[in-house]
């Protein structure tokens, strides 16, 4: 279906966006990524573990394609469960770990021990893995995971800086696991969710090889000035939380297949654009930054499009992903799709045949369950009608509820996967 401005109110607008939304989920779904990059049986045993907020549908889609005998243990987020035969699914809190995350974390690696070399472990990460894999290095306490990680989320430090803090202050993080897995072959089936794909930072990287140091760790510390106690420093600066580097001869064996990317998803939606009409550009699938600055950065490259044909002709729509941070400021509800789309909206100034949508593919934009929203031509005159401050919204990180107020939060529910965030601006005239 072509979408044209003429159309009633946004009606048309918008359910192409949410069609380009919903294919971008589902070209990460598990059940048709995993098949196809499943390892040769085993002389051995196979261990299925994994941690994600894709890692039980992940878990449903190796039991139904895998001929053999098998067993093990996944853990994903609280809502995020799918029933399994043979792999036992934990769940357990995201962002913010709980008990059960770090119950969980000491059984997988209890699995792992006393494998052979003809064992194979096939390890199913994705995004969500740092928070359900909370088992901290000697000396730290779970309140002190949640703690850092709470100051991690509130400081605006980029996805790679956040999981570098995490790999050093972990037990089982940075190569850890892979290393208790020797000498069985380590498989690791990984579902993106940063800027890049680096292994490293997916869940923070519990099977690959960290180049980065403890010092490294210390200075995102310093450089955001988190105050941590001194026994959770020391861990760092002793040494003692070093990470499993790249050349250790335990992870000789480990390979990595990347199966599900936020580039592979732009290009599921780019194909619903082309298909009704207008012209998809992928404007990057690694973009990070403040969320509200990376907003105002859209709207410019909106307007300029739809009042002078630069760099792009009308009708098309602006498609990125990627991972911005928030700079905690206010009280509100807020997360990093709906920040960027209040911030957007706002320079848009309501510029007619503009609209956008921003959401997380995970179905969860901060602590809420709710993946994003809509905006639209109409969407301040809306706001200021019915009482609302956009401005003030913003500088109080009040996105959810600025939205949830004008009926345009988008709620998905679990999608079982998790390929970051996906932004698109739909530009008419």
């Known amino acids: 279906m072509s979408v044209h401005p003429s159309e009633k109110a946004g009606d048309g607008e918008r359910a192409l966006l949410r069609r380009m939304f919903d294919a971008a989920i589902a070209a990460a779904q598990p059940d048709l990524c995993v098949p196809a990059a499943l390892p040769e049986a085993p002389k051995g045993r196979l261990i299925v573990i994994g941690a994600g907020k894709a890692s039980a549908a992940m878990a449903r889609a190796v039991e139904r ?126 579902i993106s969710d940063v800027p890049g794909d680096d292994p490293r930072d997916i869940a923070s990287g519990p099977t690959v090889g960290d180049a980065s140091t403890c010092a490294d760790a210390l200075a995102i510390i310093g450089r955001y000035a988190i105050a941590l106690p001194d026994h959770i420093l020391e861990v760092l600066r002793s040494g003692r939380g070093e990470s499993i580097k790249p050349d250790d001869p335990r992870l000789a064996g480990a390979e990595v297949r990347m199966i599900a990317t936020p580039q592979m998803a732009l290009e599921a ?87 956008g949508l921003a959401g997380d593919t995970d179905g969860v934009d901060g602590l809420e369950d709710i993946a994003g929203a809509h905006i639209g031509p109409d969407t301040l005159r809306r706001a200021w009608a019915g009482g609302l401050r956009p401005t003030d919204s913003l500088d109080n990180n009040d996105g959810h509820g600025f939205f949830q107020a004008l009926g345009d939060s988008i709620v998905t529910g679990p999608t079982l996967t998790n390929v970051n965030d996906f932004r698109a601006l739909l530009i008419l005239r």
């Open 269 to 355: 939606a780019a194909r619903v654009a082309a298909q009704a009409g207008v012209t998809p550009h992928i404007l990057g699938d690694g973009i990070e930054g403040e969320a509200r600055d990376v907003g105002k950065v859209m709207a410019a490259i909106a307007l300029q499009t739809a009042r002078r044909g630069q760099p792009f002709a009308a009708p098309c729509v602006l498609l990125s992903g990627g991972e911005t941070t928030v700079t905690v400021r206010g009280g509100g509800r807020g997360g990093r799709n709906v920040e960027f789309l209040l911030a957007c909206a706002i320079a848009l100034q309501g510029e007619q045949g503009v609209h």
């Open 65 to 190: 394609n895998w001929p053999g005998p098998l067993s093990g243990l996944v853990v994903t987020r609280y809502g995020y469960a799918v029933p399994c035969e043979r792999i036992e699914i934990v769940e357990a809190a995201h962002p913010v770990p709980d008990a059960a995350g770090l119950a969980a974390a000491r059984r997988i690696l209890g699995l792992v021990q006393g494998l052979s070399a003809e064992d194979t472990v096939l390890c199913l990460i994705s995004g969500g893995g740092s928070a359900l894999l909370p088992l901290p290095a000697d000396g730290i306490s779970l309140e002190d995971k949640q703690m850092v990680n709470r100051a991690l989320l509130g400081c605006g430090a980029s996805i790679g800086e956040m999981n570098c803090v995490r790999r050093h202050l972990s037990a089982i993080k940075g190569g850890r696991l892979a290393a208790a897995c020797h000498p069985a072959r380590v498989v690791t089936l990984l």
